[in-house]
């Protein structure tokens, strides 16, 4: 079955970096769109990066500039390499895989990690 594992969450203060990752395993990762949602208390769970089939990239207003998305197919891994981090940020951060035709639309369910914690604090 599909299974996504986050790591590389933590504690850091703000102008700080961190690089999340992404283990994927019961699909074939190359044929899926992955991509890093974050879920704040409170608030809705928001996209923050996606990554295509073909390695085109998308990401939120809020982290354009900051934060990069990655994956290497050879080790079924996603990465989201986040710089600058700013309080705002503090979330836990989720990983996705959702299946793309080869046109570039994503069907099908949607699966999910367990979340990985980044808390941005002084």
């Known amino acids: 079955q599909v299974q996504l594992v986050e790591s590389g969450g933590g504690l850091v203060q703000p102008g700080g970096s961190l690089r999340l990752s992404c283990a994927a395993s019961?699909?074939?990762?190359?044929?899926?769109?992955m991509s890093w949602y974050r879920q704040a208390p409170g608030k809705e769970r928001e996209l923050v990066a996606r990554i295509s089939r073909t390695e085109s990239t998308t990401y939120a207003d809020s982290v354009k500039g900051r934060f990069t998305i990655s994956r290497d197919n050879d080790k079924n891994t996603v990465f989201l390499q986040m710089n600058s981090l700013k309080f705002e940020d503090s979330a836990v951060y989720y990983c996705?895989?959702?299946?793309?035709?080869?046109?570039?639309?994503?069907?099908?369910?949607?699966?999910w990690g367990q979340g990985t914690q980044v808390s941005v604090s002084l």
């Open positions: 019961g699909f074939t990762f190359s044929r899926y769109a």
């Open positions: 996705n895989a959702r299946l793309e035709t080869s046109t570039g639309t994503l069907f099908g369910n949607m699966h």
